[in-house]
T-cell receptor, first 112, second 114 residues
Framework: DAGITQSPRHKVTETGTPVTLRCHQT?????MYWYRQDPGHGLRLIHY???????DKGEVSDGYSVSRSKTEDFLLTLESATSSQTSVYFC???????????FGEGSRLTVL | KQEVTQIPAALSVPEGENLVLNCSFT??????LQWFRQDPGKGLTSLLL???SQREQTSGRLNASLDKSSGRSTLYIAASQPGDSATYLCAVRLDAGNNRKLIWGLGTSLAVNP
């Protein structure tokens, strides 16, 4: 299995509070991604990174920000969580831009 | 606009049966296609990646085929086992210059009954 660790795995928070999810990889892959998975929508890309300090928006980036200060770590931040951000969040990595994707175990976030 | 469809949404079969899962896409200009499995409450596990120049890929009891002209990929599972029960997702990467976006299907939920 690809060495991808997400933390926390479960979090319950209240509307308006900031939340940070962490993705840590041991594979030294250049590309890292944050997805959310919701019933009926499948997987949707939030943000991705193509190198240290290099990030770009995905299809559902509003309300989210990311940072990548080291190759191995990719952080997803919800500045002010809303109930619509209740979801399961997955981190993924790939060696090349079109390469095989490998996923973490997911972080389940509930915003009350 | 590329759309990826997986039909049926759910499938239940007895153990030992050979089965085929389908993934259809509307635009044949794809770069590659990847099959995943997802167990309940878990992340996605990559099963097979097929490049657009390939017709099939095999891994153990799994065989994935790709027919770009008909817009279809199939995942064949031989001699199914209860441990194969999971949701199977396909993802199609568009062949569109520098923006090779990944389009996801909603998956087929497979139950293999002992």
């Amino acid at each position: 299995d690809a060495g991808i660790t997400q933390s926390p795995r479960h979090k319950v928070t209240e509307t308006g509070t900031p939340v940070t999810l962490r993705c840590h990889q041991t594979e030294n892959h250049r590309y890292m991604y944050w997805y959310r998975q919701d019933p009926g929508h499948g997987l949707r890309l939030i943000h991705y990174s193509y190198g240290v300090k290099d990030t770009d928006k995905g299809e559902v980036s509003d309300g989210y920000s990311v940072s990548r200060s080291k190759t191995e770590d990719f952080l997803l931040t919800l500045e002010s969580a809303t109930s619509s951000q209740t979801s399961v969040y997955f981190c993924a990595i790939s060696e090349g831009v079109n390469g095989e994707l490998f996923f973490g175990e997911g972080s389940r976030l509930t915003v009350l | 606009k590329q759309e990826v469809t997986q039909i049926p949404a759910a499938l239940s079969v007895p153990e030992g049966e050979n089965l085929v899962l389908n993934c259809s896409f509307t635009d044949s200009a794809i770069y590659n296609l990847q099959w995943f499995r997802q167990d309940p409450g878990k992340g996605l596990t990559s099963l097979l990646l097929i490049q657009s120049s390939q017709r099939e890929q095999t891994s153990g009891r799994l065989n994935a085929s790709l027919d770009k002209s008909s817009g279809r990929s199939t995942l064949y599972i031989a001699a199914s086992q209860p441990g194969d029960s999971a949701t199977y997702l396909c993802a199609v990467r568009l062949d569109a210059g520098n923006n090779r976006k990944l389009i996801w299907g909603l998956g087929t939920s497979l139950a293999v009954n002992p």
